[in-house]
């Protein structure tokens, strides 16, 4: 069952249109990954979802409930953490986090100080002297000790230092065992792959790619260093085979991942002496989306 | 060696400041320099300076501006001593407060002291220099305020006492200065710099002002009572000037030895721990709007009270006081069977309901600078509607608006009381006050509409309230044409006592707000939020 559903969604700031038809479903206890480049509208989208922003054409559904006009209704049961979170600077840490709890209508106080504990954080203090980071621990521990069915994350890691986002990274499979589903914009394909079952990438408003991590990958590229008895002829004729360049240790290729199996059968009649594969990235699938968004993408 | 690189810290203390400091400087002087040229303007006669004694002869003027000196022969020069010296000294004592803490807190805490410190610069060069450049400012104020004044060449303001007028301004600076270094050395902060050295000021203030209308012993434990000791245009006192900076030296000399024996970065006082709950107030849109506001809100409760007490304090001469000035007796038509008084008191019903908006009106735009700061969507992505946080600002608005204007008048019928044969009833003037609430609501409204329907452009309720106060408060003086007095609620409001209470006009400014209210809902309700 989809706990969010998005159809369609455009949305236009005057003339420019930020949003141009997007598409996102969000299945129970599953972990969405969303990702594009700067600008590409990923958090204009998550305003939409959370009813701050008024869609000029589409709709979303969320827990079966219109996100704009059952707002209300619905964020009883979602907690959203933004990815600059400003703060009032002369209340304390853990004040914002008892009005966020307050307001919020249900949260786990001893859930409340574990997470305190587990990040590190000093509530005492004023929120004018937090870090980014600091900040950020606010909306998160705001977010995870409150009970919602809905995570929306919007970049939450981009303060937190590698340590706190392996805490961060634990609240999410947490909350994924849970049964709880999470909507994760990020920039770090590395906490995607590790967390997101599914991944939707955006350029310029579009969603282009949308899958779960598997056939994704199934897009991507392995890369291959061979050593072979005899030379390889006419490698470059093989359909899927890229990048071919002889280096003192063999031959480095790469392979579009589908065709995998047949460029191997076809390296083995020379005879394979060494044999290296670094696995598919999802960083590669990226990067290409990336390079050919460079037409303007990033003035955006 | 404590001391090595004060010099070149002086230098870059002034050229950091090479703008803030002239402008404070050229403010202040001004400020000295132009009101007392409009003192003479304003009271030509002894008899219209004698007619300005009396009505300053009350416990309520006492207390705030202090003792007057020479009040049975007020010429201008004594006159300038007892209304100006005192407030003027105040605002050298905040300058003074605001540079010090810039150069020694702040910058101790923004982390650009251990920079210097890390150079050969000794531990006592950036104090030292932050005092040296402050006492150079104050002089260089003493001198241009003394000078500037003599130079008017006013009968009553000879050489020495305008010297002295500068001196005196100058010892409350370098004093201020000296409390707010030691501050800098107790405090590990800037804002609890600033903040113990202002209540340092307000309590002299408030010293001073019981001593004044007691026997006058407490005022000689306020540095504000030194500076009114020197009698200045009257007596010229200079030996209050000398104790002064001689206590000033000491603070000083506590400060620098505090600072040569403590840690970069740490203070004497334990800093204060926050809150690690939110206390059973903060539950909600409203809690944290109070709470957001609360000192705002303390703030203008005081200064409403004192206007009210300000103006009540005149009441009891007025009729001799008006009669004897023209500019004022423009400004107050008369008209049959009402005193003077009360005529006066309509229109200060109305300049006070003006100044009472300004607070609900900055408490109803907070929700739209809030939404500036991207911090309402904190609140609306849980689970509080749109319709309820603008309420709450809305109840915020409407409930201190109403506080404010009851504050006003009651401190306009205490003072009023107190120095009035016939005193007017507390209930006449509530009336005549809470009159102008609908007006208060149609600004108010006016906000909401904004904030929901053209964001960009709230502050254009400021301009409305300015509108409405010059042709409010000033329309008579200036002659302009009665529909402009209309096109602003106030023009509106029946001048109680003196006219009709109007039940349908007053019912049509209350349906306008609830109008521009409703439509300012129903806009917020449809738009997008930017944050
Ligand atoms: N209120 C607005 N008015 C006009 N344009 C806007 C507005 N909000 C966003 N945009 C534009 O919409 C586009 C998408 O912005 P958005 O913030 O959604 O990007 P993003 O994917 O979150 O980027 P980032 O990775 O930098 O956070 C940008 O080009 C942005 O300039
Ligand atoms: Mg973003």
Same mark, same amino acid.
Not at chain 2, 193 to 216: E, H, K, P, W
Not at chain 2, 356 to 379: D, Q, S, V, Y
Not at chain 2, 447 to 455: D, F, N, T
Not at chain 2, 502 to 529: E, Q, W
């Given at each position: 069952m989809a706990v969010l559903q998005a159809s369609g969604i455009t949305k236009k700031f005057g003339k420019f249109t930020a949003l141009d038809g997007v598409d996102i479903e969000v299945k129970e206890g599953e972990v969405y990954g969303f990702i594009g480049p700067n600008g590409a509208g990923k958090s204009t989208t998550i305003r939409v979802l959370l009813g701050i922003l008024k869609a000029t054409g589409g709709e979303v559904k969320i827990f079966g409930m219109d996100a704009w006009k059952d707002a209300v209704e619905i964020h009883k049961r979602v907690a959203y953490v933004p990815g600059d979170v400003n703060l009032w600077p002369n209340l304390t840490g853990g004040e914002v986090i008892d009005l966020f709890a307050k307001l919020h209508g249900n949260s786990n106080k001893s859930r409340r100080e574990e997470l305190i504990r587990k990040f590190d954080f000093d509530p005492t203090k004023k929120c004018r002297s937090y870090s980014k980071g600091n900040r950020q621990k606010v909306a998160l521990v705001a977010a995870f000790s409150s009970d919602a069915d809905l995570f929306i994350l919007d970049e939450p890691t981009s303060g937190l230092d590698p340590l706190m986002e392996r805490v961060f990274q634990e609240c999410v499979m947490k909350a994924k065992r849970e049964g709880k589903s999470i909507l994760l914009s990020s920039h770090i394909l590395s906490e995607v792959e590790r967390l997101c079952d599914t991944v939707g990438i955006i350029r310029e408003g579009k969603i282009i790619e949308t899958g779960t991590l598997a056939e994704l990958r199934h897009l991507t590229r392995t890369s291959l260093l061979v050593e072979t008895k005899q030379p390889i002829s006419q490698l470059e004729q093989i359909q899927g085979v890229h990048d071919i360049e002889n280096l003192q240790q063999g031959i480095s290729l790469q392979v579009d991942t589908e065709k995998l199996g047949d460029v191997i059968t076809y390296l083995s009649q020379f005879d394979i002496v060494k044999l290296e594969s670094a696995p598919p990235k999802l960083e590669d699938l990226f990067m290409r989306h990336y390079k050919t968004s460079n037409r303007g993408g990033g003035a955006r | 060696m404590m001391f090595t690189g004060t010099w070149r810290l002086l230098a870059l203390i002034v050229r950091r400041d090479r703008i803030r400091i002239p402008i404070w400087l050229f403010a202040l002087t001004l400020m000295t320099i132009v009101t007392a040229p409009a003192f003479e303007g304003l009271y030509k006669t002894q008899q219209e300076r004698q007619v300005m004694a009396e009505t300053m002869k009350n416990p309520a003027m006492?207390?705030?501006?202090?003792?007057?000196?020479?009040?049975?022969?007020?010429?201008?020069? $004594?006159?300038?001593?007892?209304?100006?010296?005192?407030?003027?000294?105040?605002?050298?004592?905040?300058?003074?407060?605001?540079?010090?803490?810039?150069?020694?807190?702040?910058?101790?805490?923004?982390?650009?002291?251990?920079?210097?410190?890390?150079? !050969?610069?000794?531990?006592?060069?950036?104090?030292?220099?932050?005092?040296?450049?402050?006492?150079?400012?104050?002089?260089?104020?003493?001198?241009?305020?003394?000078?500037?004044?003599? *130079?008017?060449?006013?009968?009553?303001?000879?050489?020495?006492?305008?010297?002295?007028?500068?001196?005196?301004?100058?010892?409350?600076?370098?004093?201020?200065?000296?409390?707010?270094?030691?501050?800098?050395?107790?405090?590990?902060?800037?804002? /609890?710099?600033?903040?113990?050295?202002?209540?340092?000021?307000?309590?002299?203030?408030?010293?001073?002002?019981?001593?004044?209308?007691?026997? /006058?012993?407490?005022?000689?434990?306020?540095?504000?009572?030194?500076?009114?000791?020197?009698?200045?245009?009257?007596?010229?006192?200079?030996?209050?000037? *000398?104790?002064?900076? $001689?206590?000033?030296?000491?603070?000083? $000399?506590?400060?620098?030895?505090?600072?040569?024996?403590?840690?970069?970065?740490?203070?004497?006082?334990?800093?204060?721990?926050?809150?690690?709950?939110?206390?059973?107030?903060?539950?909600?849109?409203?809690?944290?709007?109070?709470?957001?506001?609360?000192?705002?809100?303390?703030?203008?409760?005081?200064?409403?009270?004192?206007?009210?007490?300000?103006?009540?304090?005149?009441?009891?001469?007025?009729?001799?006081?008006?009669?004897?000035?023209?500019?004022?007796?423009?400004?107050?038509?008369? $008209?049959?069977?009402?005193?003077?008084?009360?005529?006066?008191?309509?229109?200060?019903?109305?300049?006070?309901?003006?100044?009472?908006?300004? !607070?609900?009106?900055?408490?109803?735009?907070?929700?739209?600078?809030?939404?500036?700061?991207?911090?309402?969507?904190?609140?609306?992505?849980?689970?509080?509607?749109?319709?309820?946080?603008?309420?709450?600002?809305?109840?915020?608005?409407?409930?201190? /608006?109403?506080?404010?204007?009851?504050?006003?008048?009651?401190?306009?019928?205490?003072?009023?009381? *107190?120095?009035?044969?016939?005193?007017?009833?507390?209930?006449?003037?509530?009336?005549?006050?809470?009159?102008?609430? !609908?007006?208060?609501?149609?600004?108010?409204?006016?906000?909401?509409?904004?904030?929901?329907?053209?964001?960009?452009?709230?502050?254009?309720?400021?301009?409305?309230?300015?509108?409405?106060?010059?042709?409010?408060?000033?329309?008579?003086?200036?002659?302009?044409?009665?529909?402009?007095?209309?096109?602003?609620?106030?023009?509106?409001?029946?001048?109680?006592?003196?006219?009709?209470?109007?039940?349908?006009?007053?019912?049509?400014?209350?349906?306008?707000?609830?109008?521009?209210?409703? *439509?300012?809902?129903?806009?917020?309700?449809?738009?997008?939020?930017? /944050?």
């Open positions: - | 006492t207390a705030m501006v202090g003792r007057g000196y020479g009040l049975g022969d007020y010429t201008t020069g $004594a006159m300038m001593a007892h209304q100006m010296l005192l407030f003027t000294a105040i605002t050298v004592a905040i300058m003074s407060i605001l540079l010090v803490a810039r150069h020694t807190r702040a910058d101790e805490e923004a982390g650009m002291i251990e920079m210097i410190r890390s150079l !050969p610069a000794g531990r006592l060069s950036n104090l030292s220099s932050a005092l040296l450049v402050m006492i150079a400012v104050n002089l260089v104020l003493a001198a241009a305020t003394g000078l500037g004044l003599a *130079a008017l060449r006013i009968e009553s303001m000879d050489m020495e006492g305008s010297l002295l007028y500068g001196a005196a301004l100058a010892a409350a600076g370098i004093f201020f200065t000296a409390v707010t270094a030691l501050f800098a050395q107790l405090s590990e902060n800037s804002r /609890g710099t600033i903040g113990l050295s202002f209540a340092v000021l307000g309590i002299s203030y408030l010293l001073r002002a019981i001593g004044d209308v007691s026997n /006058g012993t407490l005022s000689w434990f306020s540095p504000l009572g030194w500076v009114l000791g020197t009698e200045v245009y009257v007596n010229n006192y200079w030996w209050p000037v *000398a104790f002064t900076i $001689a206590a000033a030296f000491t603070i000083m $000399a506590l400060a620098l030895y505090l600072n040569s024996i403590r840690d970069l970065g740490s203070g004497f006082l334990p800093s204060k721990r926050g809150r690690s709950h939110a206390s059973v107030f903060l539950q909600g849109p409203i809690g944290l709007g109070l709470r957001l506001q609360r000192t705002a809100i303390v703030s203008w409760a005081i200064g409403m009270l004192l206007l009210g007490i300000s103006y009540g304090s005149v009441l009891g001469d007025l009729e001799e006081f008006i009669g004897g000035n023209e500019m004022l007796a423009e400004m107050v038509s008369p $008209a049959e069977g009402v005193t003077l008084t009360e005529q006066f008191m309509t229109m200060l019903m109305s300049v006070i309901s003006m100044i009472c908006t300004i !607070p609900p009106l900055m408490m109803a735009l907070k929700l739209r600078g809030e939404e500036k700061k991207n911090r309402t969507e904190h609140l609306l992505v849980r689970a509080v509607s749109r319709t309820r946080l603008m309420g709450s600002y809305l109840a915020i608005a409407l409930g201190v /608006g109403i506080s404010m204007q009851i504050l006003a008048v009651f401190g306009l019928w205490a003072a009023g009381s *107190a120095v009035m044969e016939e005193a007017i009833l507390f209930t006449t003037m509530l009336e005549a006050a809470l009159a102008y609430l !609908p007006a208060m609501w149609v600004m108010t409204g006016v906000a909401l509409l904004l904030i929901g329907i053209l964001p960009q452009m709230t502050s254009l309720t400021w301009l409305y309230l300015g509108y409405s106060f010059i042709v409010v408060y000033m329309g008579d003086l200036l002659q302009f044409p009665e529909w402009m007095r209309k096109l602003s609620p106030f023009g509106h409001i029946p001048q109680l006592p003196v006219e009709e209470f109007d039940t349908a006009k007053i019912s049509l400014l209350v349906l306008l707000a609830a109008g521009l209210m409703l *439509a300012g809902f129903i806009g917020y309700n449809k738009r997008d939020l930017q /944050g």
